[in-house]
C-alpha cells in the first residue's frame, strides 16, 4: 500500500505544471515575425494597441513569446490574428492551425452500382399491372357516379309545372261560374226593374215633395261668440310652475315652457300662483302690460281683473 503512495507521488512531480496544460505560450518565431514587420512599418505598439484594440500587455507576450495567466490559448490566438491582418500578413504563414478550407474532391458513381430503398423496392414488387387497373376502374366509376347525381340534381321538376297549369283551369272556371252567377243576377234584376218602374216613379214624386219640405230645417246658423269680461294672455321668457284659476276655478296647473303662450277668459278675476312668475310678460283684453317690476320680482301670486294687475307677496 505505501509503495503504491509512493509512486503516485513521483508520478504527480514528473507531471507537467497545471500552468502548461491550461495555457499555450506563443511561437516565439511569430513573435519575432510580427515585430519586424511592424518596425519596417514604423509603428509603434501604442499606435497598433488604438487601432487594433490589443491590449499592450498581450502585444508583448506575442513578440516576445511568453504566456499571460488571465488569456486563455483562444484569446492569444484571436489576438495573433487581428496583429497579423493589420500589418498584411498572411494569417496561414504564423499560425499553423488556421488554413483556408479545401473542399473534398467530387467522385462520381456509376448508375449501375446505385441501389433504390427499401420500401421503393416493395412498392414495385406489390403495384403491378393488374392492380393498377382495378384502381383505375374504381376511379372511373366514382367519377362517373358523381356526374350521374348532378345532372339528376340539376335537372328541372316537371310536377310544379303541372299543379300550375291545373291551378290556372280551376282558376278559369271560378271565374266563369262567378261571371254566369253575376249575368244572371243583373238580368233578373232588370227583368224586376221593368216590373216596378211606374212605382218607382211614385215614390220618388213623394220623396222630392218631403226633402222640399225639411229643407229650410237644414239652414245653418252661426255660431255664437262668447264674450267675457277679462282675457289674458300670457308669454313665457322661461320655464315656470303655474297654477291658474278663472273665476275660482283651476283651468291650468303645469309647467309653462320657455317660448310658450297661453290664453285664459274670465267673468270677474284670473288669479296666477306658482314660481318665477317674474319671468312672465302679461297681455290683458289686448293691451300689452309687459312682465313684472323690480319691485315684484319676489311676488308668488297676481290677480288680474279687467281694471288691471294686482300683485301679493
Known sequence: MNSDLTESKQ???????????????????????????????????????EETKIPMDALRAIEEGYTIRTLSPFYITGFV??????????????????????????????????????WITDLKKHVTKKNLLIAGGVFLGLFLMFKVINIFANRPAKPEIKNIKAGKKEASTKKIKKISAASKKKSASKKIEKKQAPVQFVKTQKLSATSSQTNPSRVITPAKIVTKDVTLTVRAKESSFLIVKSDNTIVFQATLRRGSVETWMADEKIELSGKRINQLEFELNGKMIGALGRKERRAKRVIVTKDGLSVSK
Do not use: C, M, W
Open 11 to 49: 508520478e504527480f512531480k514528473r507531471a507537467k505544471p497545471l500552468e502548461d496544460l491550461t495555457q499555450k505560450k506563443p511561437d516565439a518565431a511569430q513573435g519575432d515575425l510580427l515585430k519586424k514587420a511592424r518596425e519596417k512599418s514604423g509603428l509603434s505598439l501604442e499606435t497598433i494597441h
Open 81 to 118: 490574428k487581428i496583429y497579423a491582418q493589420y500589418l498584411g500578413i498572411n494569417v496561414e504563414d504564423i499560425i499553423d492551425d488556421y488554413h483556408s478550407e479545401k473542399l473534398p474532391k467530387y467522385i462520381k458513381k456509376n448508375v449501375e452500382d446505385f441501389e433504390l430503398p427499401l
